[in-house]
C-alpha cells in the first residue's frame, strides 16, 4: 500500500512536472516569435506593415464574424445566466448557492464565446488550450492555498454549513455573514467592520451558527443576599420576564437558585427568544432586573475586604 501511494504521488509530481515544462516551452517559443516581430519592424516597417495590411483584408469578413459572435454571445450568456438566477429564485434556493452558481456558468459560457471567436479568426484552438491546460497546472502548483479556498467554498455552498444572513461565532469573532465567495467568506461585526476569512479556515476550524435554529436561549445570573427572600425574587423576576413580548412563552422560562456562592445566592434565569432578539432580551433584563431590585429593597451583594490592623487590635486586647 506504501509503494502504491509512493507510485502515485510520483507519476503525480512527474505530469505536473511535464506540464510546468510545456508551459514554459510555450512562453519561450512566444517570446522568441515577439522578437522577431519587434526586429522585423525595426529593419523593414514598410513591409511589415504591409504584411499586417493584407493579412487584415484576408480575414475582414472573420473579424465581422468573431466580432458579432462575441457581441451576440456576451448578450445570450447574460440572458441566460440571468434565467438561471430566477428560476432557482423562484425554487427558494439560497441566494449564496445563486450568485455562486451564476458567476461560475457565466465564465464558463464567456470561455466558450471567446474560443469560438478565436476559430472564426483561424487560430489553431488545440495548441490554445494544450498551452491554457498546461498553464493551468504551473498556476495550480503555484496556487495551492487559493484552490483549497475555492474546494472550500465549494463544500460551503453544497452542504449549506451557514449562509448569508447567519451571525457566526468564530476565534473570538461574531458576524453576521454577507456573502462567500469562491476564496472568502465576509462577515459584517455589529460595529459595522468587515472580517474576511479564507473559505479554507470556515472549514477546518469550529464555527458557531447562533441562527440556524428557530430559537435562542438567554442564560443570565443575578447575585441576592442570603438575608433576601428567594420566593420573593423568583416571584418578582417571572412578572419582570412575562411582561416582556420578546421573550418566548413556549418553551416556559425558568428561573433557579442556581448555587450558593461564599457572600450571596446566585439565581439563574433562562428564557427562549428569536435569535435576532438576543441582545435586546439581555440587555432589556440586565438593566430592568437592577432596577426592579432597587425598587423592591433586593440586595445584589458585592465582594469586600475586610482589613484589621494588627497593632490596634492587640492595644484593644491589652
Not at 448578450?75 to 438561471?84: A, E, L
Not at 462577515?187 to 472580517?195: G, S
Amino acid at each position: 500500500m506504501f509503494y502504491g501511494i509512493l507510485r502515485d504521488l510520483v507519476e503525480s509530481t512527474t505530469s505536473a512536472t511535464q506540464a510546468a515544462t510545456a508551459a514554459a516551452e510555450t512562453t519561450e517559443d512566444v517570446t522568441i516569435s515577439v522578437e522577431e516581430i519587434v526586429e522585423q519592424v525595426t529593419n523593414d516597417p514598410a513591409t511589415f506593415f504591409d504584411g499586417v495590411l493584407q493579412w487584415l483584408k484576408s480575414i475582414a469578413g472573420n473579424l465581422v464574424g468573431a466580432a458579432l459572435i462575441i457581441i451576440i454571445g456576451f448578450w445570450v450568456s447574460k440572458k441566460i445566466v440571468k434565467i438561471i438566477k430566477k428560476g432557482m429564485l423562484k425554487a427558494k434556493n439560497d441566494y449564496t448557492v445563486i450568485t455562486f452558481i451564476g458567476s461560475v456558468v457565466n465564465i464558463i459560457l464567456k470561455f466558450i464565446i471567446i474560443i469560438s471567436a478565436l476559430a472564426v479568426l483561424g487560430v489553431d484552438i488545440t495548441s490554445i488550450l494544450t498551452a491554457f491546460g498546461a498553464a493551468m497546472v504551473a498556476i495550480g502548483l503555484a496556487l495551492q492555498n487559493s484552490l483549497s479556498n475555492i474546494a472550500s467554498g465549494v463544500l460551503i455552498i453544497l452542504n449549506k454549513p451557514f449562509k448569508a444572513g447567519d451571525i457566526l461565532e468564530f476565534q473570538g469573532m461574531t458576524g453576521t455573514v454577507v456573502k462567500i465567495d469562491l476564496f472568502n467568506t465576509h462577515m459584517k461585526t455589529y460595529d459595522n467592520r468587515e472580517i474576511i476569512v479564507p473559505n479554507s479556515i470556515m472549514t477546518g476550524d469550529s464555527v458557531i451558527n447562533c441562527t440556524s435554529q428557530d430559537k435562542r436561549r438567554v442564560d443570565l445570573k443575578f447575585s441576592i443576599s442570603y438575608d433576601d427572600d428567594i420566593l420573593k425574587v423568583k416571584g418578582l423576576l417571572y412578572t419582570l420576564i412575562a411582561n416582556y413580548d420578546l421573550v418566548m412563552k413556549d418553551p416556559e422560562p425558568a428561573v433557579y437558585v442556581g448555587s450558593h456562592a461564599d457572600s450571596a445566592i446566585i439565581i439563574e434565569v433562562k428564557l427562549w427568544t428569536d435569535p435576532a432578539n438576543y441582545w435586546k432580551v439581555y440587555y432589556y433584563m440586565m438593566e430592568n432586573v437592577k432596577l426592579l431590585f432597587d425598587k423592591e429593597g433586593i440586595t445584589i451583594p458585592f465582594p469586600q475586604v475586610v482589613v484589621h490592623n494588627a497593632e490596634e487590635e492587640k492595644e484593644k486586647k491589652n
